[in-house]
């Protein structure tokens, strides 16, 4: 009993004390490109690879639970890939949307580096067209569900200059996907309607995936310039199909700090009421 | 330190577990044997009438890969490669398995080429005369017999709605529907079905399609239903006959078995080519491009219809009509409507 009345006093100071930071919205938009590599095996068994270009905006904040370690992180990233085949004899698009929302909890850690974990939801949706294809053409993308974030976030000084390194991991764990059945066609599911078992369950074990980020945030006059590099493995085996999408796109963006108090408009990188 | 040890550590982990874990393609390497082998697995593991062939007409696939692998060599150049891989496509059997390259697309032509064309392009200007109607994919004409006539070459192009209603208007004063989609190598089903809408006034099962749902031979889904319903506007409420041949392929097989089950309609002339699989396109690593049957179709019975279906009326055209610009075909049609 004593030892909860202490925490309880220790978490309602800590709440008066956070009771202005979770205020606090990091926003930033990233835009860039990379090489990918495609594999849809109901388009083809082949492997294709070029070139992709990704848009990322991210928004970052406090909330209020648990004295405002608990950040809410919003996602949304648009990708697309132009592919060929190894002989470059046909070609393949692929565009993908994908909405991440994760909780993601401050670890009390004192020094420089900050540890940040939680739940995730994550909800894709996009096609995959091969040109040359017939009646198997195109191949939409849907799936989603939930999974683990985590983010380690390290400031540091090159001489006066602050800086923020920043990494982030997103491993899907459990969801559903929509997949043709093997040999499926289109005209059987959309044109007379016959989808049954198109969606299915995911996890580890059938869709380990896993999208990394590195960024490094820079203060350049008023505002804060990122710099990241992506390496998005998104892959699964659904109804015997085998799919892929590999992607490592290096990112160029700036970083918002908005503060929703009036008054207050810029924000520093070593702040201690940063969300990360 | 704790924390951040083992949080490094699980992310660590996650990327061992996601690298080793890489989900990458079963095919690989482009020599001409792995050329060989991609497009015997293919077909292996993705064509639908493996099973019915064999009790067909014997097609072993395995002994088929046996026999082909002799004939595989790793300095052999790409026309003799192509060669002997489009044989071996056309052991199949099926006007739907094309082999594409650069040097040509291979094709298995016996299922037309071993029967009688029965149809003139030459003799039928006699009946469509200069006057016809092209809407569409339809040259129409009022016959001199006061017998409507419809050619649908193709149902690779859609046919409209308004083309329909405005065909069917125009030769409702006829006695009788002459549909002629001899030498239609196909195209979409759902203009198919859209012409076969037509010509009933109410629900129809027409047949059935299944899927693969694995590798092997026989994993299927269950057949589903396949149904015609009724076209909203004109419809075609007088006897109909539906002229084939054996290059009504495709597409245009799957129209004729639907017209098959309504009333009113009599199939006359030869039998249809078949190609009762929906083609899917795979490819093998030199970049070759393979199309092959997927899903397999049945009649309202569950009968395969992958080697054709045979007409009500079986007619051919005659070297002596033909002689005369006569086409035996449509007039064989034109007695069973006036009748």
């Not at chain 2, 007409?311 to 006036?338: F, H, S």
Request: charged share 20%; with cysteine; hydrophobic share 40%.
């Amino acid at each position: 009993m004593l030892a909860l009345l202490l925490g309880g006093f220790r978490l309602q100071a800590q709440e008066a004390d956070s009771g202005q930071v979770s205020r606090i919205v990091v926003r930033s938009l990233m835009a860039g490109g990379g090489w990918a590599n495609v594999l849809d095996t109901y388009l083809s068994p082949l492997e294709y690879t070029g070139g992709g270009a990704r848009i990322v905006f991210e928004s970052m904040q406090n909330t209020r639970w648990r004295q405002g370690r608990w950040k809410v992180q919003h996602q949304v990233q648009l990708q697309y890939a132009y592919t060929k085949n190894p002989s470059g004899s046909a070609d393949m698009h692929a565009g993908l949307l994908t909405y991440s929302y994760a909780l993601l909890y401050k670890f009390p850690m004192a020094g420089r580096l900050q540890v940040l974990a939680g739940p995730m939801l994550d909800v894709n949706g996009g096609v995959v067209y091969n040109q040359r294809n017939s009646n198997n053409p195109a191949q939409a993308k849907a799936y989603g569900g939930l999974g683990a974030s985590g983010m380690l976030a390290y400031r540091f000084h090159i001489g006066r200059y602050p800086l923020l390194l920043r990494y982030q991991a997103q491993l899907p764990l459990l969801g559903v996907m929509f997949s043709p059945e093997y040999g499926a066609s289109y005209y059987e599911m959309f044109s007379l309607g016959h989808g049954s078992g198109s969606v299915r369950f995911t996890s580890l074990h059938n869709r380990p995936s896993l999208r990394q980020l590195l960024t490094l945030d820079m203060p350049i006059g008023t505002g804060i310039l990122r710099v990241g590099y992506l390496c998005d493995l998104q892959q699964a085996k659904v109804n015997g199909l085998k799919t892929h999408h590999y992607s490592h796109d290096f990112l160029l963006g700036f970083v918002r700090h908005l503060y929703l108090l009036k008054g207050k408009r810029h924000f520093n990188l070593d702040a201690k009421d940063h969300p990360f | 330190m704790r924390r951040f040890l083992f949080f490094g550590w699980l992310a660590v982990v996650a990327g061992a577990l996601s690298v080793a874990s890489c989900i990458r393609a079963d095919i690989s390497g482009n020599t001409p044997r792995d050329n060989f082998e991609a497009l015997w697995q293919i077909i292996d593991q993705q064509y639908c009438f493996l099973t019915y062939k064999r009790q067909a007409y014997g097609l072993d696939w395995d002994e088929v890969h046996t026999r082909y692998a002799d004939r595989i060599t790793g300095n052999m150049t790409s026309q003799a490669l192509f060669e002997v891989l489009s044989d071996l496509a056309n052991e199949l059997r099926d006007g739907h398995v094309n082999l594409s390259s650069s040097m040509g697309t291979s094709q298995y032509r016996e299922w037309f080429d071993s029967y009688p064309r029965n149809f003139s392009d030459t003799i039928r200007s006699h009946y469509l005369k200069k006057d016809y109607v092209l809407s569409s994919a339809m040259m129409y004409q009022v016959l001199e017999n006061n017998i409507g006539y419809i050619y649908v070459g193709s149902f690779a192009s859609g046919l409209g709605d308004g083309n329909l209603t405005q065909a069917l208007n125009r030769l409702a004063v006829c006695d009788g529907l002459i549909v002629d989609v001899r030498s239609n190598g196909g195209g979409d089903l759902t203009t198919a079905e859209k012409l076969a809408a037509r010509f009933t006034n109410e629900k129809v099962l027409v047949g059935y399609i299944c899927h693969k749902t694995g590798p092997g031979h026989d994993d299927f889904s269950e057949p589903a239903p396949m149904y015609v319903e009724p076209a909203v506007g004109m419809r075609w409420q007088k006897p109909v006959v539906v002229l084939t041949n054996r290059r009504s392929y495709s597409a245009t097989n799957y129209f004729v078995n639907a017209m098959k089950q309504f009333d009113r309609v009599t199939v006359v002339g030869d039998t249809t080519g078949g190609g009762s699989g929906l083609p899917f396109t795979s490819e093998l690593p030199n970049g070759w491009s393979i199309r092959f049957s997927a899903c397999p179709m049945f009649d309202a019975q569950m009968n395969q219809l992958e080697f054709g279906i045979e007409p009500d009326v079986k007619v051919d055209m005659t070297a002596a009509d033909m002689a005369q610009g006569k086409d035996t075909m449509i007039e064989r049609a034109c007695e069973i409507l006036k009748n």
